[in-house]
């Protein structure tokens, strides 16, 4: 299911990339193309040096001195044209402007690149120098190591072996985390708001579908107005098909724009406010501004039910991140859960009257407290600085608790916000109409004036704010680390001069292109 694929990431291979040490050209070369693996160059890494420094040292030094690629520095040995018995590599012509790094299929002559300008390929040349270099070297072969999408190990490996080197599969080393690569349909749609938080770690769930759900929910309760939400939900389809032209680059955040349009939508009939309360639409539920204590108590429901929602995808994380330790005592774990529930039980006790519930309240409340004591207690490395430390941690840990949960209010809080604005426009406009000639015109001018003014402003306000909830009640529980994003190292190749990638290395290319582009949204877990 898409909606699956996005919720977790793809599954990555550790591989050493093996060859000769007279193809390591050969190799990277096949590898740059099929840009699906990601090689871990310690302190030679390319991506160190840009495009511009590359050419630059290149053109001032040449490779190794010698003013040849492939000798010395890019581990062949081999002359210009000498590899696989091709003649002599020719310079093409120039490259257009600004264009990313590239290589020639065989190794070129970069005194002509030079001569022809070619910074892309001298910056690309330089490139496959720098992994060259780094590789491990024993005996007659050259290794380096890497990450690479499962799915992809088969095509890059019948790639290489045809030019006699390998892809094998390795161990992952302790401790060591794997980068993200997010797919799925619905990546590109709704990673924006978890990738502006960080980049999910590699064993996290990616929360993206969840998050878009509870952003437009907490939008919409702020901002309901059926008036406001049908310009939002008009807004969405312009931007879903580019109008206007200059709009075109916002066009990844028409999924969010039409989801807080439906929300608003929704709790505008409950409101029964449409551009105010002009009594186009009935009340369905309540008047914001006659029943404000039914109003905020409906918006600390909603934070408890988030917040629950986030302490169980956490849980979850934590377990995948550690096992059963983690997820046992951590505060985003079983320990935060089993407080939160425990307040909630205490908290319904009370209201109803029901001694049972309060005592098991408290219980399951010193319970957690108890195992999170544990696990700050380990975390500090025990003794006495440690208790001291594991003290503060879980008083801080009650107070950010219930800080968190009342943070909810803001809900109910802007949701009066926008309803006064609405009433104050309306007022003014019934005000002036009453008085025919000039106040109708007057009044007209005010009420849209008035309405863009306050649609503008709460739809600002109501946006900040369902981020800031989204992201500092939300997403502290669900994620505790950030991961890092899967940047598999790309080259274009250049055919027609030297030697010619071979087919299926086009093949793993055009593959990874596609789940590049699904992925492209990582930033950040």
């Avoid at 007279?22 to 096949?30: E, G, I, N, P, S």
């Avoid at 630059?56 to 210009?80: F, K, L, N, V, Y």
């Avoid at 000498?82 to 299929?105: I, K, L, Q, Y």
């Avoid at 990616?206 to 919409?220: K, T």
């Amino acid at each position: 299911m898409p909606w699956l694929e996005t919720a977790f990431p793809a599954r990555m291979t550790r591989i050493a990339l093996v060859a000769p040490a007279d193809r390591v050209r050969a190799m990277l070369v096949t590898v740059g193309a099929a840009g699906v693996v990601e090689i871990d160059a310690g302190p030679a890494d390319p991506a160190q040096t840009g495009p511009g420094e590359a050419g630059a040292a290149q053109a001032g030094t040449g490779s190794a001195g010698t003013g040849q690629a492939g000798t010395g520095q890019a581990g062949t040995g081999a002359q210009p044209g000498a590899e696989a018995g091709r003649g002599p590599a020719t310079a093409p012509g120039p490259a257009p402007a600004g264009s990313e790094p590239a290589v020639t299929a065989g190794p070129p002559d970069l005194a002509a690149l030079r001569q022809a300008g070619r910074l892309d390929l001298i910056a690309g040349e330089d490139q496959v120098s720098r992994y060259a270099a780094a590789a491990v070297r024993a005996d007659s072969a050259a290794a380096l190591a890497g990450w690479i999408p499962a799915d992809r190990l088969p095509a890059l490996t019948r790639a290489l072996a045809g030019i006699g080197c390998a892809a094998a599969p390795l161990p992952r080393p302790p401790g060591a985390q794997a980068p993200t690569l997010v797919t799925g349909s619905g990546q590109r749609a709704l990673s924006p708001l978890v990738a502006t938080y960080g980049t999910v770690p590699y064993a996290d769930i990616n929360p993206a579908w969840l998050a878009w759900a509870s952003y437009v929910l907490m939008f919409g309760m702020m901002f309901g107005d059926v008036g406001d939400g049908l310009l939002l939900i008009a807004a969405a389809v312009a931007l879903r098909f580019g109008w206007p032209r200059r709009a075109s680059r916002f066009r990844a955040a028409w999924p969010f724009v039409a989801g807080a349009g439906l929300a608003a939508t929704a709790f505008g009939f409950g409101y029964g406010e449409f551009f105010g309360p002009t009594g186009v639409v009935p009340t369905l539920w309540l008047n914001p501004l006659d029943e404000p204590v039914q109003l905020l108590l409906a918006g600390l429901g909603i934070g408890v039910i988030l917040l629950a929602g986030a302490y169980a995808l956490g849980t979850l994380n934590r377990w995948r991140e550690g096992g059963w330790p983690l997820a046992l005592y951590a505060p985003s774990g079983l320990a935060g859960s089993a407080l939160f529930l425990g307040i909630g039980v205490l908290a319904a006790g009370v209201y109803f009257g029901a001694a049972w519930a309060v005592a098991a309240g408290v219980a399951l409340a010193l319970l957690a407290l108890a195992g999170a004591f544990v696990g700050f207690l380990a975390e500090a490395g025990g003794g006495g600085v440690g208790v001291t430390q594991a003290t503060v941690e879980v008083f801080d840990l009650v107070i950010r608790l219930a800080s968190n949960i009342v943070s909810f209010a803001r809900l109910a809080a802007f949701g009066l916000a926008h309803a006064a604005l609405g009433l104050l426009v309306w007022d003014g406009t019934t005000s002036l109409w009453h008085r025919g000639g000039a106040g109708i015109a007057a009044a007209i001018v005010v009420f849209i004036a008035g309405s863009a003014l306050a649609f503008a402003l709460e739809a600002l306000v109501a946006a900040v704010q369902a981020l800031r909830l989204e992201y500092y009640e939300l997403f502290s529980r669900i994620f505790v680390g950030q991961g890092r994003p899967f940047r598999p190292w790309r080259l274009r190749v250049e055919t027609g001069v030297g030697e010619f990638v071979t087919a299926e290395a086009e093949t793993v290319r055009s593959g990874a292109t596609a789940s590049g582009r699904a992925g492209s949204g990582e930033g950040k877990a």
